[in-house]
């Protein structure tokens, strides 16, 4: 399953940084199974306001909904995939993806059962018994985006999961998050850097501001799908890339330094 997430007037300080202000009064809807990236440059709050979604970090006004439920506290209809894999390194690459549900109580079985199912979607059948030291950071992360799976969310919230990967890894692994998507359809927020990386995966760029955070400008993007890496070679792509810059380049020389 999938659902709507309706963010409506958030608002984050951070009391450890002399009371700055991360987000700035933001509203944001994301539709049950639409795959959204969030972009702007560093500092703007696009990780705190993932967090937020989460409930890893509580807003100190504002509200976040998803589905029929208002977030107060992590819970088992979000999925986190963040920028390091973080897997347990002593455990094998099953016994991570069965974690959540060891943790929920699922039967053995049935964990193991999911489990195989997931890492056969993420392309990962026959590494079950694999270290996370013997895998490379495309497929560490492909045990990651299982993991998260695994416990049937309903959103997936990703902050920039490709972003130690090298350039060739980061392209097919964008081919893998679509294929991935597409079979679950999960509603998906994307957190990223890379512009292009944004409109090739999603239904909706969101830009935000420079710190206070607010939302800039909210871009549909035109293609269908499925799409092939191709698309990024065509005008029309590189048209809605040099778009965006055009929004956060004039933001970026004086946030050199500044945390996301």
């Known amino acids: 399953m999938s659902a709507t997430i309706v963010v409506e007037g ?13 987000i700035d009064r933001l509203d944001l809807r994301v539709d049950a ?3 959204v990236a969030l972009l702007g440059p560093s500092g703007c709050g696009k990780t705190t306001l ?6 890893l970090s509580v807003p100190d006004s ?3 909904q998803i589905g029929t439920e208002r977030v107060t ?13 973080s897997l347990w390194p002593w455990r094998t690459v099953m016994q991570n993806v069965t974690f959540g549900l060891e943790i929920q109580g699922r039967p053995r079985v049935q964990a193991d059962r999911t489990a195989r199912e997931l890492l056969e979607l993420v392309g990962l059948a026959g590494y079950e018994r694999y270290h996370p030291h013997e895998l490379s950071g495309g497929m560490r992360q492909r045990v990651n985006l299982a993991r998260a799976l695994a416990i049937d969310p309903d959103v997936l919230l990703l902050d920039e999961p490709f972003a130690s990967l090298d350039a060739q890894t980061r392209e097919v692994m964008q081919l893998e998050l679509l294929r991935i998507w597409q079979a679950r359809r999960k509603t998906v927020v994307f957190v990223t850097h890379q512009i292009d990386e944004a409109v090739f995966l999603s239904d909706r760029v969101v830009v935000m501001s420079a710190r206070p955070g607010r939302i800039r400008e909210d871009i ?11 698309i990024k070679r065509t005008p029309a792509f590189n048209e809605i890339v040099d778009r965006i810059w055009s929004l956060i380049e004039d933001q ?3 946030l050199r330094g500044a945390p996301t």
Do not use: N, Y
């Not at 958030?10 to 991360?22: N, P, Q």
């Not at 549909?220 to 191709?230: K, N, Q, S, T, Y």
């Open 10 to 22: 958030i608002t984050k300080t951070f009391r450890a940084s002399r009371d700055a202000l991360v």
């Open 33 to 35: 199974g639409e795959f």
């Open 50 to 55: 993932l967090r937020i979604m989460d409930g």
């Open 62 to 64: 504002g509200t976040v």
């Open 73 to 85: 506290k992590p819970t088992r209809s979000v999925g986190f995939v963040f920028q390091a894999d």
């Open 220 to 230: 549909p993007i035109p293609f269908a799908r499925p799409r092939e890496l191709g």
């Open 252 to 254: 970026i020389a004086g």
